[in-house]
């Protein structure tokens, strides 16, 4: 009788054709026809059908001594492991009269793979103890394995000793395993002791080492691994060339990334997306965004991470608008976004502060499904809280069901910049209750918080205290918070000698904080002397330039204002022109003070005259005493009353449907006189008026603003 021959691949046939020769002795003369080989093609292919096949054939005629049968039902455990069906991989081994150490590494892997490190650890033990089997190197690197994913970092390191002792360390899983492992329990030094001590290593071992550096951001450390590696003459592969290429955009050392861009070009390496997404996210954090592109532009293939690569890459740039356009041309190419794409294109909307884009973006997100997304409803709470919608922000949180520490972060730092400081400490201690760890930038929010409502006590607590029981060492932006919430509260003196006594190295932004605060509560002297300390700490801040101009009017000190701007034209310091803009219907209208361009601007100015004079009897006074120009009273008027933010809202009044808020941006601080005017605006319209300026928002409602009139 000819001998069947069966074709290739095995696993494209169905089972019913195997049946006829299913039904032969176990004595098989092909290859082919042995069980053993066949269940794991069957494995391979994870062709659960046809591996019961053969499982049924095995219960039906199996005669084999016991060993043979312990190979066959290793053999069944990789099968159903293999094909997800853990539940009777599980079954057989438990029902297995003997074991070897095939059938705990089977069984061991099938854990692994199916999320469940904590059973792998167990099973090691009982091998161990019940069984009394002495692990090979495929046990123990899935067991290190096992706790590096459970980030059991006391239980690796007894598994460590343990290779150690019975030599299983020298082999490579092993030393891999340990690595990785090492690496994700953030214990880097032990990583790198054992690539030190441990003879042998190839690409992959490199691979891995550099990787958990840079999770951990030794940048430095990986460099000097990188030499290394170059010394051993050790080849690269795809990996490593994208490692090396997240190295040079770590260091934002374009010079580097080019030179291992040319090396790649010069090598055999075939070109993957991964490759080519590392290329282009290397080229944007160095920024060069051009040559990102112009890659980009001659990838063959590109795939979501390809676009999504550079989009951030004009993110990280500042090129919002640029990021948003090549959303319309990945959706042309048929690409749908993932979670990454949304954070991106999210973030750019918020970069431009464009709301009803973030709007459709959220909409989208929804539809493909991603809306429960924690990167995507993160990156939705950061759009909405710098676009002026904290109540939509606040919305989305609420009905996130999965939160992280950036979840909790953007919620409570989005109050504090809206300076809504009560909400946000209340967000806080809710964090807190749900036992997630405040960390750096959580205290940034809240210390916010208590310098908006002069929560000075409370505040000191958080600083002194609570940071240190968290283990959080406090950086300049959280001494900067301490000297604004001492500032806000009037204790100047105190908020100076804060300063003065502590061995910080304060920037601009801290000394303008006391500056601002001096010009708040009109405490000019002093102001003065900070303003004057500032100058000479930085000759271009305009912000203080500014401030120090404003005192000198306020008190109609002309000469002052006079040397100021002289000194400004000496050094070449330019005052940055006011502008304002608002968003209707996705056109974003810009104005300048005293704007005359837009083509209704003669309508914009009858409806401002005529908003100046209801608000009047509301108790509104032109302030023209902060008009830094020694001229007439009424020049200083009309001054004062066109200024960018008030053609923005008159506008908004004009086209917005009544009852919306209308949400204004702005580039610099705005004037006391606008503050004031629009505040009795919102009054007199029943309007809600959101006005982001060059420091926070301002929440204008019924006369009132969330500021407390301190910005």
Not at 67 to 80: E, F, G, H, K, P
Not at 278 to 303: E, H, P, T, W
Request: aromatic share 10%.
């Amino acid at each position: 009788m000819a001998m069947l021959k069966l074709p290739v691949p095995i696993s494209s046939l169905a089972p019913v054709k195997f049946t006829p020769f299913l039904s032969k002795s176990n004595d098989l003369a092909s290859p082919l026809l042995d069980p053993m080989k066949l269940l794991k093609v069957a494995a391979d292919a994870k062709n659960l059908k046809f591996g019961r096949t053969i499982h049924a054939h095995l219960i039906i005629t199996n005669r084999l001594p016991g060993d043979c049968r312990v190979n066959q039902i290793n053999s069944l455990i990789n099968l159903y492991v293999k094909c997800d069906e853990l539940f009777i991989a599980r079954q057989m081994f438990d029902r297995m009269s003997k074991r070897n150490v095939v059938s705990w590494c089977a069984l061991m892997a099938g854990y692994m793979q199916n999320g469940s490190p904590l059973e792998v650890f167990e099973l090691f033990k009982k091998m161990i103890v019940k069984d009394n089997i002495f692990p090979n190197e495929y046990v123990i690197a899935t067991v290190i394995s096992s706790c590096r994913d459970s980030q059991m970092y006391v239980e690796g390191r007894q598994c460590h000793g343990f290779s150690l002792k019975s030599g299983l360390e020298l082999h490579q899983y092993v030393k891999n395993a340990l690595i990785q492992m090492y690496s994700k329990c953030s214990d880097v030094r032990a990583a790198l002791k054992i690539l030190d001590t441990v003879p042998g290593y190839d690409v992959f071992c490199y691979n891995l080492v550099l990787n958990g550096l840079l999770e951990h951001s030794h940048v430095r450390e990986a460099i000097e691994v990188l030499k290394l590696m170059i010394g051993e003459g050790t080849k690269w592969n795809n990996a490593t060339f994208v490692t090396i290429f997240r190295i040079c955009a770590s260091l934002k050392d374009l010079k580097f990334g080019k030179h291992v861009h040319a090396r790649m070009l010069k090598s055999d390496i075939d070109y993957d997306v991964y490759i080519g997404s590392s290329i282009i996210d290397m080229y944007g954090k160095c920024g060069n965004v051009l040559s990102g592109r112009a890659f980009f532009d001659q990838l063959q293939n590109r795939n979501v991470v390809s676009w999504t690569a550079i989009m951030a890459a004009y993110f990280q740039n500042g090129f919002f608008e640029e990021a948003l356009n090549l959303f319309s041309k990945m959706e042309i190419d048929h690409i749908p976004p993932n979670e990454y794409t949304l954070a991106v294109l999210l973030n750019s909307a918020a970069g431009l502060s464009a709301l009803s884009h973030g709007d459709q973006l959220h909409a989208r997100a929804e539809k493909s499904g991603l809306k429960g997304n924690v990167i995507v409803g993160n990156a939705l709470i950061i759009m909405y809280s710098k676009s002026g919608d904290i109540l939509a922000a606040q919305c989305v949180f609420s009905n996130m069901k999965c939160c992280d520490s950036i979840t909790w972060n953007a919620i409570i730092t989005g109050h504090s910049h809206h300076c809504i400081g009560k909400e946000a400490l209340n967000i806080f201690h809710d964090m807190l209750t749900a036992r997630e760890c405040p960390n750096y930038v959580t205290f940034i929010g809240v210390l916010s918080a208590c310098a908006h409502l002069s929560l000075v006590d409370e505040g000191l607590y958080y600083f002194n205290h609570l940071m240190k029981q968290f283990g959080i060492v406090p950086g300049l932006e959280h001494y900067t918070c301490i000297v604004g919430l001492l500032s806000r509260s009037g204790r100047l003196d105190e908020a100076e000698n804060f300063m003065r006594s502590n061995p910080i190295n304060w920037d601009v932004v801290a000394w303008r904080t006391l500056l601002n605060a001096c010009y708040v509560h009109r405490n000019y002297d002093k102001g003065k002397q900070i303003a004057e300390y500032l100058l000479q700490m930085d000759h271009e801040d305009v912000g203080s330039y500014i401030l120090l101009s404003n005192m000198h009017a306020r008190v109609r000190r002309w000469d002052g204002v006079v040397k100021v701007r002289k000194l400004m034209r000496e050094r070449n310091v330019k005052k940055e022109p006011g502008v304002s803009w608002l968003e209707i219907r996705n056109i974003a209208h810009v104005f300048t003070s005293e704007d005359n361009k837009h083509p209704e601007s003669s309508q914009i100015y009858e409806m401002v005259r005529d908003l100046l004079t209801k608000i009047r009897p509301l108790g509104y006074v032109p302030d023209i005493a902060g008009v830094l120009h020694d001229i007439e009273d009424e020049q200083k008027l009309d001054n004062l009353s066109y200024h960018s933010e008030k053609l923005a809202v008159a506008y908004g009044l004009m086209k917005l449907p009544s009852g919306a808020p209308i949400r204004v941006i702005k580039n610099l601080r705005m004037c006391d006189d606008c503050h004031t005017a629009i505040k009795l605006i919102s009054k007199l319209a029943n309007r809600t008026i959101i006005v982001r300026d060059a420091n926070r928002f301002h929440h204008f409602q019924d006369g009132f603003c969330s500021c407390g009139d301190y910005w």
